[in-house]
């Protein structure tokens, strides 16, 4: 049944208090019978009853339990064998306090695969009778007395039907009474099973073992079968032999009779009323009453020793009530529904500092679906949010500036036109439709792009463009400015509102929006004729509004000053002699026809001449005046050149050309075929995005990261109470067989609870501030998303962070033997 071989246990292994307090013991025992391990205490008895029982581990050897190895084993699979095969006995009994005398034995029958309910409530009910508890089965353990708390300890230990019973000092807190009862009760078990019984009353071992291991400072000095057919010297507490008593008075008179005794002479003054049914006593001090419900026996005879009649005659029927054929096997006793219901009631259990506590669990929620939804807002990056340019633009680089590389691409397969420098610019688009909007307009920020690389089916409002003064601009611009509701002032609220408004450009006649297109791109498609006067006058986009914004001015030509002198186009000094605004007329010299022609006002007749350049340049060569005009507007002192000279000044400025290609890949890779470097504008504008949000990310993570963190320190601290008040019943669970993953679950419903009861509504405060934060602007949508499974993924991150947090000081127990936890109850 049970094997010891050379088994060696320390205390403090190494240090200078090192004990072996198990030294190189072997033993085999019996299959049944009491086997009793006796000595003086601190010999090494409840250390050996512990390691057997696997409660405890040893330094070295072996020990076997019907069979099989329990030493250098996992303690889960040393768990699964001695909750099979093993029930437990306690000096201080380990009884769940908070669970009545049925819950305590029922969670052994549940323990080894027992789910039925009838068959618990027949087999637990006939094991409390046979200890003679059955009247208390509805009572919490905490209620009863010590005897009665030992009864329902070996009840549990029984129940479960072991081949080997472990009893450390069972009688240890019982007064005589109750100790003859409980061996009897064991003494009975032990007919068909083995009982390990550690005790320091050598009158019990002699009385009661089949079997004696005699124990000094670790070892084994003697064993030896023992008889027990003797009898026992042993007087009981609770029973009182009348005839061995010195004193005795006898007082009669009537139908009266007194019997008094007394073991000595002493002075006594009672009262006794009889009335109507009742006794009355008045002893002038203390005095026990002994009826039915009493625990003392008074005996009308001699005390005589007792003899193995006081238990023979007892019976226990192992198998009763149990399943045909039931073999024990563990069983979790948690389920999600009983997790969630105990974490509940221990929550709703906590103090109310506890309580107030749980309201930084709330706020560090908000702040985890902040954070979460911030990372993840940025980094579904999605083309609305990032989009500067026309996602059909590559961008190759010319260093060199030159005009020929330019027409050498436009001529490859697959390009669709080509465009120097950039395609951003930001265009004016008027609100004057009030008196008090006289002087506003909103800046949109556009990429511009020819009409023919457009298709009718493409427009979603209005009509296609067929004008030079007239343009189509994409949805994604006007929803843009919609989100801002800079139009609502005007009562512009939707796209088709757009059609036939005005967009202006400095020095340029109004263009008028006919068209709205859907290609999700923040373009504005022009006539071709227009490219290079949009592109040298327009407002440049700074590249601080990579993200796209709609910012409000007060008159479009305000924008004037804030252009550099030294772009002459834009600052209106130089400007094509085409599109003059005011009439002009020469007066002296002709028209400019040539690049680098110039004619200028006759302010400056008498300072140049013609034929002659002057200190201006454009495309880095002076201008030569041609001729001098006179102009409608008194003081014009505009400089006018041909188209020619204003595309060569510009080309000249630009270190890198616009490609339009509607198979962006394709073209690419002709590019590099051809040895010719470029460039996704779409993914510049994506890294900038990012690398812009970036910053703010970090801010963002670094405050969520701060709350998280004091939240889980919260949560440590609060499961480390909770768990060391709990120390004892964590104990009792392990010792009785209870696995780690069980401990683990239990506390973990409790984590679950509080995380339910306050990331839920953390996260629905955040993210209904969020949900309605994000439809102010496009900005802030691309800052965070806003959706159910964001709020569903932070709840599982902040439920994964607060398990483990909270799991700490039960792994760090949990790495204890049970007999180690069992010891302290301060970890």
Same mark, same amino acid.
């Given at each position: 049944?049970?094997?010891?071989?050379?088994?060696?246990?320390?205390?403090?292994?190494?240090?200078?208090?090192?004990?072996?307090?198990?030294?190189?013991?072997?033993?085999?025992?019996?299959?049944?019978?009491?086997?009793?391990?006796?000595?003086?205490?601190?010999?090494?008895?409840?250390?050996?009853?512990?390691?057997?029982?696997?409660?405890?581990?040893?330094?070295?050897?072996?020990?076997?339990?019907?069979?099989?190895?329990?030493?250098?084993?996992?303690?889960?699979?040393?768990?699964?064998?001695?909750?099979?095969?093993?029930?437990?006995?306690?000096?201080?009994?380990?009884?769940?306090?908070?669970?009545?005398?049925?819950?305590?034995?029922?969670?052994?029958?549940?323990?080894?695969?027992?789910?039925?309910?009838?068959?618990?409530?027949?087999?637990?009910?006939?094991?409390?009778?046979?200890?003679?508890?059955?009247?208390?089965?509805?009572?919490?353990?905490?209620?009863?007395?010590?005897?009665?708390?030992?009864?329902?300890?070996?009840?549990?230990?029984?129940?479960?039907?072991?081949?080997?019973?472990?009893?450390?000092?069972?009688?240890?807190?019982?007064?005589?009474?109750?100790?003859?009862?409980?061996?009897?009760?064991?003494?009975?078990?032990?007919?068909?099973?083995?009982?390990?019984?550690?005790?320091?009353?050598?009158?019990?071992?002699?009385?009661?073992?089949?079997?004696?291991?005699?124990?000094?400072?670790?070892?084994?000095?003697?064993?030896?079968?023992?008889?027990?057919?003797?009898?026992?010297?042993?007087?009981?507490?609770?029973?009182?032999?009348?005839?061995?008593?010195?004193?005795?008075?006898?007082?009669?008179?009537?139908?009266?009779?007194?019997?008094?005794?007394?073991?000595?002479?002493?002075?006594?003054?009672?009262?006794?009323?009889?009335?109507?049914?009742?006794?009355?006593?008045?002893?002038?001090?203390?005095?026990?009453?002994?009826?039915?419900?009493?625990?003392?026996?008074?005996?009308?005879?001699?005390?005589?020793?007792?003899?193995?009649?006081?238990?023979?005659?007892?019976?226990?029927?192992?198998?009763?009530?149990?399943?045909?054929?039931?073999?024990?096997?563990?069983?979790?006793?948690?389920?999600?529904?009983?997790?969630?219901?105990?974490?509940?009631?221990?929550?709703?259990?906590?103090?109310?500092?506890?309580?107030?506590?749980?309201?930084?669990?709330?706020?560090?929620?908000?702040?985890?679906?902040?954070?979460?939804?911030?990372?993840?807002?940025?980094?579904?990056?999605?083309?609305?949010?990032?989009?500067?340019?026309?996602?059909?633009?590559?961008?190759?680089?010319?260093?060199?500036?030159?005009?020929?590389?330019?027409?050498?691409?436009?001529?490859?397969?697959?390009?669709?036109?080509?465009?120097?420098?950039?395609?951003?610019?930001?265009?004016?688009?008027?609100?004057?439709?009030?008196?008090?909007?006289?002087?506003?307009?909103?800046?949109?920020?556009?990429?511009?792009?020819?009409?023919?690389?457009?298709?009718?089916?493409?427009?979603?409002?209005?009509?296609?463009?067929?004008?030079?003064?007239?343009?189509?601009?994409?949805?994604?611009?006007?929803?843009?400015?919609?989100?801002?509701?800079?139009?609502?002032? &005007? @009562?512009?609220?939707? %796209?088709?509102?757009?059609? /036939?408004? =005005?967009? +202006? !450009?400095?020095?340029?006649?109004?263009?008028?929006?006919v068209g709205i297109s859907d290609l999700q791109s923040p373009t504005m498609f022009i006539d071709k004729s227009q490219t290079m006067y949009i592109l040298t006058n327009a407002r440049?986009?700074?590249?601080?509004?990579?993200?796209?914004?709609?910012?409000?001015?007060?008159?479009?030509?305000?924008?004037?000053?804030?252009?550099?002198?030294?772009?002459?186009?834009?600052?209106?000094?130089?400007?094509?002699?085409?599109?003059?605004?005011?009439?002009?007329?020469?007066?002296?010299?002709?028209?400019?026809?040539?690049?680098?022609?110039?004619?200028?006002?006759?302010?400056?007749?008498?300072?140049?001449? &013609? @034929?002659?350049?002057? %200190?201006?340049?454009?495309? /880095?060569? =002076?201008? +030569? !005046?041609?001729?001098?005009?006179?102009?409608?507007?008194?003081?014009?002192?505009?400089?006018?050149?041909?188209?020619?000279?204003?595309?060569?000044?510009?080309?000249?400025?630009?270190?890198?050309?616009?490609?339009?290609?509607?198979?962006?890949?394709?073209?690419?890779?002709?590019?590099?075929?051809?040895?010719?470097?470029?460039?996704?504008?779409?993914?510049?504008?994506?890294?900038?995005?990012?690398?812009?949000?970036?910053?703010?990310?970090?801010?963002?993570?670094?405050?969520?990261?701060?709350?998280?963190?004091?939240?889980?320190?919260?949560?440590?601290?609060?499961?480390?109470?909770?768990?060391?008040?709990?120390?004892?019943?964590? @104990?009792?669970?392990?010792?009785?067989?209870?696995?780690?993953?069980?401990?683990?679950?239990?506390?973990?419903?409790?984590?679950?609870?509080?995380?339910?009861?306050?990331?839920?509504?953390?996260?629905?405060?955040?993210?209904?501030?969020?949900?309605?934060?994000?439809?102010?602007?496009?900005?802030?949508?691309?800052?965070?998303?806003?959706?159910?499974?964001?709020?569903l993924i932070t709840f599982g991150i902040v439920l994964v962070f607060n398990m483990i947090v909270g799991l700490i000081p039960v792994f760090t127990v949990m790495r204890k033997t049970?007999?180690?936890?069992?010891?302290?109850?301060?970890?």
């Amino acid at each position: 049944m049970i094997k010891v071989e050379k088994v060696n246990k320390y205390f403090n292994k190494g240090k200078s208090n090192q004990i072996h307090v198990i030294n190189n013991t072997s033993m085999r025992l019996p299959e049944k019978g009491i086997v009793c391990l006796l000595g003086p205490s601190g010999c090494g008895k409840t250390t050996l009853l512990n390691t057997i029982g696997g409660l405890d581990k040893v330094n070295s050897g072996k020990i076997f339990v019907d069979g099989e190895r329990i030493t250098r084993r996992s303690a889960n699979k040393i768990d699964t064998i001695r909750n099979a095969k093993i029930g437990y006995v306690f000096q201080n009994f380990n009884l769940l306090d908070d669970k009545t005398v049925f819950e305590n034995v029922a969670i052994a029958l549940r323990m080894v695969g027992i789910k039925d309910r009838s068959i618990i409530e027949k087999r637990v009910n006939y094991c409390l009778e046979k200890v003679g508890i059955y009247q208390y089965r509805k009572k919490n353990a905490n209620a009863l007395s010590g005897g009665q708390r030992q009864r329902v300890a070996i009840a549990r230990a029984i129940v479960k039907n072991p081949r080997i019973i472990i009893a450390d000092e069972p009688t240890g807190n019982l007064d005589s009474g109750n100790t003859i009862e409980v061996m009897n009760i064991i003494k009975a078990i032990s007919k068909e099973r083995l009982v390990i019984l550690v005790t320091h009353e050598r009158q019990i071992a002699e009385f009661y073992s089949d079997y004696v291991a005699e124990m000094k400072d670790g070892k084994i000095v003697s064993a030896y079968s023992n008889d027990s057919s003797k009898y026992l010297d042993f007087q009981l507490d609770n029973k009182i032999y009348l005839k061995d008593m010195p004193v005795k008075k006898s007082f009669r008179e009537d139908d009266v009779s007194v019997d008094v005794y007394s073991d000595e002479e002493r002075q006594a003054d009672i009262k006794l009323v009889v009335r109507g049914g009742n006794l009355y006593v008045d002893t002038s001090g203390k005095f026990n009453v002994v009826d039915e419900t009493s625990n003392i026996e008074m005996i009308d005879d001699h005390y005589t020793a007792m003899d193995e009649s006081i238990f023979t005659e007892s019976d226990f029927e192992y198998d009763k009530h149990l399943p045909e054929g039931f073999k024990a096997k563990y069983t979790s006793i948690y389920k999600l529904s009983n997790l969630i219901m105990n974490g509940w009631k221990t929550v709703t259990e906590f103090k109310k500092l506890r309580k107030f506590m749980l309201i930084g669990f709330v706020f560090a929620a908000m702040f985890a679906l902040l954070a979460v939804s911030n990372v993840l807002g940025i980094y579904d990056v999605q083309p609305k949010d990032y989009l500067t340019t026309n996602a059909n633009y590559l961008k190759v680089d010319n260093p060199d500036k030159n005009d020929k590389l330019m027409k050498k691409v436009e001529k490859l397969d697959g390009v669709s036109y080509v465009i120097p420098g950039d395609t951003k610019c930001s265009v004016a688009f008027p609100m004057d439709d009030y008196l008090q909007t006289s002087y506003a307009s909103a800046n949109l920020n556009v990429s511009i792009a020819l009409s023919t690389v457009l298709s009718e089916e493409q427009i979603v409002y209005g009509k296609m463009p067929e004008g030079r003064k007239e343009v189509v601009i994409d949805k994604l611009i006007i929803d843009r400015f919609i989100k801002q509701k800079k139009g609502e002032m &005007i @009562g512009i609220v939707s %796209p088709e509102q757009f059609i /036939g408004r =005005k967009i +202006k !450009v400095s020095n340029l006649h109004d263009f008028v929006i006919v068209g709205i297109s859907d290609l999700q791109s923040p373009t504005m498609f022009i006539d071709k004729s227009q490219t290079m006067y949009i592109l040298t006058n327009a407002r440049e986009a700074s590249e601080e509004e990579m993200q796209p914004t709609v910012v409000m001015g007060y008159g479009y030509m305000e924008d004037m000053e804030n252009i550099d002198d030294s772009d002459l186009v834009r600052s209106g000094k130089i400007q094509d002699r085409k599109i003059a605004k005011n009439k002009i007329k020469i007066k002296k010299g002709s028209e400019p026809k040539e690049p680098y022609d110039v004619i200028v006002s006759n302010m400056h007749e008498y300072e140049y001449k &013609i @034929g002659k350049t002057i %200190p201006v340049k454009m495309a /880095g060569k =002076k201008l +030569k !005046v041609v001729g001098f005009y006179t102009s409608d507007l008194s003081g014009e002192d505009t400089m006018y050149v041909t188209a020619e000279t204003i595309k060569r000044d510009y080309i000249k400025k630009q270190k890198n050309f616009s490609v339009y290609a509607p198979d962006v890949k394709q073209v690419r890779a002709l590019l590099k075929s051809e040895g010719i470097s470029s460039s996704v504008y779409s993914s510049h504008d994506k890294d900038a995005y990012i690398k812009q949000m970036g910053g703010k990310l970090r801010s963002s993570l670094i405050v969520a990261i701060i709350i998280l963190f004091i939240s889980l320190i919260e949560m440590f601290l609060m499961l480390r109470s909770s768990f060391l008040s709990r120390i004892k019943e964590v @104990g009792t669970l392990r010792a009785i067989g209870l696995k780690k993953r069980d401990i683990y679950r239990m506390f973990a419903g409790e984590i679950l609870v509080i995380t339910f009861i306050t990331a839920i509504p953390g996260i629905a405060l955040m993210y209904y501030f969020l949900f309605n934060i994000i439809k102010i602007t496009d900005y802030l949508a691309g800052l965070y998303m806003v959706t159910p499974l964001v709020a569903l993924i932070t709840f599982g991150i902040v439920l994964v962070f607060n398990m483990i947090v909270g799991l700490i000081p039960v792994f760090t127990v949990m790495r204890k033997t049970p007999a180690a936890i069992l010891a302290r109850t301060d970890i």
